[in-house]
Every structure is written in C-alpha cells, then in structure tokens.
C-alpha cells in the first residue's frame, strides 16, 4: 500500500512541476510580447506617455532551480 501511495505523490509531484513550467514559460512569452509593443512604433509612443516599463521575465533565484532532483535510489 505505501509503494501506491509513494507512486501517488510521484504523479502529483510531476504534474506540479509540469503545471509550473508551462506557467513560467506562458508568462515568459507574455512578457516577451509585451517589451516588444512597448519598443515598437506606434506603440511605443503611447507607452512613453503611459510610463511603461519592460517587463522582467522569471528566472529562478536559486542556481540550477529549473532541474528538479533526481529521486532514484534515495528510498
């Protein structure tokens, strides 16, 4: 039963992972769309009226976040 289980969260855990990285991605791109309506014309006239600042996209704060950790032999 508790190797069901295991296997349970496991799913869970990587449909997670998953569902965060297609966020990070979706947001990336929305990001990217917007710094380039906010740099082009005419766009970026009323952006300049407006005080319009790029967008930063996400980058994980901590070095080597984006790789989760290998699970395999640690049971």
Same mark, same amino acid.
């Given at each position: 039963?508790?190797? #069901?289980?295991?296997?349970?969260?496991?799913?869970?855990?990587? $449909?997670?992972? !998953?569902?965060?990285?297609?966020?990070?991605?979706?947001? !990336?791109?929305?990001?990217?769309?917007?710094? #380039?309506?906010?740099?082009?014309?005419?766009?970026? !006239?009323?952006?300049?009226?407006? $005080?319009?600042?790029p967008l930063v996209p996400y980058q994980a704060a901590t070095p080597?976040?984006?790789?989760?950790?290998?699970?395999? $032999?640690?049971?």
């Open positions: 039963k508790s190797i #069901t289980n295991y296997q349970m969260l496991q799913s869970q855990l990587e $449909g997670q992972e !998953n569902r965060i990285r297609v966020s990070i991605r979706d947001y !990336n791109e929305a990001a990217r769309d917007y710094n #380039t309506r906010v740099r082009t014309f005419p766009e970026m !006239n009323g952006a300049m009226i407006r $005080g319009a600042k080597g976040a984006e790789v989760a950790p290998s699970l395999e $032999g640690k049971i």
